[in-house]
C-alpha cells in the first residue's frame, strides 16, 4: 500500500519520518527520496533485513537514512539516541508495516514457514532470547493453550497443546516438520478438509506472537509514538490480523476522545484529553489491482490518525 502510505503521510522535503518496519527498504527509500534532505529513522529487528536494506539503499544511492537494529518498541529511546536534538514532538510522520515480509517467509531457514522442514525458530532477530523452539518443549500446557487460543484464535488450541505435551515427554519437538505433524494429529477430518487457510496457519501465528512478544511490542510502540510526533504529524499503520488491528484501533478510539472515566462517574479524575484525530472515517484496505500483484497484501487494513 506504498501509494496510499505515501499520499496520507503528506512527505516533504525536510521532514523527519520513522519507519518502524523496515524490511526490505520499499517504504525508506520512497520516503527519504520525498522528504530529502530531511531524514528517515528505519529500525527493524531482523539483522539480514537491514544488511539487504543497506545494500538496496546504497544502490540507489539514497543517503538520508539512519538504521538502527532494534526492537520498535524502543522507538522513544531509539529517536533520543539516534536526532541531534531532542526527540519528542520532533516527528512529522511514523509508519508501521507490521507482519512477516516474504523474505521471511521464503527464507526455509527461520522457520517461520509450514510449507518446508526448517529450525522452530520464528525469532525475528537472529540472537533473540527465546525461539519457539523453547515455548513447544518448555512452556506448561495451559500457558500453551492459552496463547494458541488468543494469539491463533484456534479453536483447538487445547488439543494441539496436549498433544505438545504429549509428544515433547518422548522426543524434542525441534523441527517445523514435526510441529506439523503435531497439530495434524490434534485436529478432527472435517477441519483437515476445511478449504482456505492450512490447518497449522493459526497454531504457527500464535507461536511466533508469543515468540516475538508482537503484540506487547505493538502496543508499546504506539505509546511512544504519539509522544514523538509533531502536532499535525501523522501516524499509519497496516495491520495483517484482527489481533494487531484490534490493538491499533483501540488505541486510536481513546486518543480520539478526551475523559475516559468509567460513565457513572459524575466527575472527571482521569485528566484524559484527545490527542488524535482519525484521519480516514473507515479502514483502508488494498486494491484489487495490488492484491493481484502481491496475494500476501489481501488481508491489509490501514488505519491513519493525526497529532492534535
Known amino acids: 500500500m506504498l501509494a496510499e502510505v505515501l499520499e496520507y503521510l503528506r512527505a516533504e522535503p525536510g521532514q523527519n519520518i520513522i519507519d518502524c518496519t523496515m524490511g526490505g527498504a520499499g517504504y525508506t527509500m520512497a520516503i527519504a527520496e520525498r522528504i530529502n534532505p530531511g531524514k528517515v529513522l ?70 517461520f514457514s509450514f510449507k518446508a522442514d526448517a529450525p522452530l525458530n520464528m525469532s525475528f532477530n537472529q540472537a533473540g532470547e527465546i525461539s519457539t523452539e523453547d515455548i513447544v518443549n518448555t512452556w506448561p500446557e495451559a500457558e500453551l493453550t492459552r496463547i494458541i487460543r488468543e494469539y491463533g484464535e484456534e479453536r483447538f488450541a487445547h488439543k494441539i497443546a496436549r498433544k505438545i505435551i504429549e509428544t515433547r515427554k518422548t522426543e524434542e519437538i525441534k523441527t517445523t516438520g514435526q510441529l506439523i505433524a503435531i497439530i495434524k494429529r490434534s485436529l478432527p477430518g472435517f477441519y483437515l478438509r476445511k478449504k482456505g487457510i492450512h490447518f497449522a496457519t493459526l497454531t504457527f501465528q500464535a507461536l511466533r506472537i508469543a515468540t516475538n512478544e508482537e503484540l506487547v511490542s505493538l502496543e508499546e510502540a504506539l505509546a511512544n509514538a504519539l509522544k514523538l510526533l509533531k502536532k499535525g504529524g501523522r501516524i499509519i499503520v497496516i495491520s495483517y490480523h484482527s489481533l494487531e488491528d484490534r490493538i491499533v484501533k483501540q488505541f486510536f478510539k481513546k486518543e480520539n476522545i478526551g475523559c475516559i472515566c468509567p460513565p457513572r462517574q459524575p466527575v472527571c479524575q482521569c485528566e484524559h484529553e484527545a490527542s488524535l484525530k482519525s484521519v480516514t472515517r473507515k479502514v483502508l484496505i488494498p486494491t484489487e489491482t495490488e492484491v493481484e500483484e502481491n496475494p500476501r497484501a489481501r488481508s491489509a487494513k490501514m488505519r491513519v490518525a493525526e497529532k492534535l
Not at 528505519?42 to 538496496?56: G, M, P, S, T
Open 42 to 111: 528505519a529500525i527493524d529487528l531482523d539483522q539480514l533485513a537491514i544488511e539487504n536494506a543497506k545494500k538496496i539503499l546504497a544502490k540507489n544511492k539514497i543517503k538520508n537514512v539512519i538504521i538502527v537494529n532494534d526492537n520498535f518498541r524502543n522507538i522513544k529511546k531509539i529517536a533520543e539516541e539516534n536526532m541531534e536534538s531532542a526527540a519528542e514532538n520532533k516527528f512529522d510522520g511514523i509508519v508501521f508495516d507490521l507482519g512477516l515480509s516474504s523474505a521471511q517467509l521464503e527464507d526455509r531457514t527461520r522457520g
